[in-house]
């Protein structure tokens, strides 16, 4: 929450004292200034010849490794500006994607008619994975009684999960991500869950409030993330971290070439996420996660602090919307009135309060699997069994 006496805002973003530990130097800039300086200089601001050269050897690496199957990588489609682009940006390289679109029950009519003009002009096909709605909804709802800030865990860890299960199916070991540094790379600790696929923290928490178990829902867990990129050899690549992306440049070319239509905010595209990032987080624990996708864009050169500013002064989305999405949500996650007033006024509770892949238990077990799996990996691997897959470099 913010307090009035000890109130700060940083001099050059608008990250303020609701952010949870952070610090100001003697010009009145944050921590989150250095630290998104020394994230962009490895990676998005370098050489540009060398980031090209970077991109190209990656699409090559993928096409090589796509040839004689019918898709050569994996793209997750949400119906938001980065998907959008990197389904542009993958057609014009000659790639192959599979799009995948993940549902799980929040999609907005928007986002589905951007999803169709994606799939139509740039002629993809299209696997929508369908989240069983009932374990999802008992999933979701066993967040928000968690009172804990990051519920948006499930969809985020299911996505990629979802990503992962038909990236093995088909053979393919790309998954292409719209992940960023330039928009995207301020995330400040407390007001996400930093492993957001710690599926032991996602356990801990439906056992504590779940009525149902998850029989259905994908997962993406410690020895599932082992399995998919050690002995299946699918990985994670985000590409645009190789390109000058620029968020207005990018919106006016896929406006233009793909009929895009904006949300009015980042990840709006989801029904829930606009509730979520718009109504609940101001109003149950007190900040504006505005400040941080507008502080990455400040850092980034692409809009200037007083036009953030002004940003901040309007409302996140419109009070009748707000009204609407509220009196949507609670109906649509079985909550009666006097359950949703409980979860509004609860205190916040820390994820790392329930069990996490970080508790010395869960850390032991891991080693001793991975120590386990050393040898007959490589003897797979030695024999010509097991595939042993190029390397793509992520850390650019």
Known sequence: MKDELNYQICSKTVLDTTVPDISFNENGECNFCDYYQALADRTINRDPATKRKEFDKVVGIIKQEGKGKEYDCVLGVSGGLDSTYLALLAKEEGLRPLLVHFDNGWNSELAVKNIENIVNILEYKLHTYVMDWEEFKDLQRSYLKASVVDVEVPTDQLIFAALNKIAFKYKIKFILAGNNVATESINPAGWVYKNKLDLINLKSIHKAFGSRKLKKLPRLGQYERYFYEVIAGIQRVNILDLIDYKKADVKKLVEEKLHWKDYGGKHYESIFTRFYQGYYLPVKFGFDKRRAHLSNLILSGQLTREAAIRQ?????????????DLDYVVKKLGF????????????????????????????????????????????????????????IDTRW
Do not use: C
């Open 312 to 324: 901040l002064i309007e409302p996140t989305y419109s009070q009748s919307e707000k009204d609407t």
């Open 336 to 391: 009666a009135k006097h359950e949703w007033e409980q979860i509004m006024t609860a205190s916040e509770v820390s994820h790392e309060d329930y069990e996490t892949e970080n508790d010395a238990k869960h850390k032991v077990l891991f080693v001793l699997f991975r120590l386990a799996m050393f040898v007959p990996i490589r003897v797979l691997r030695f024999l010509g069994i097991l595939y042993m897959p190029i390397k």
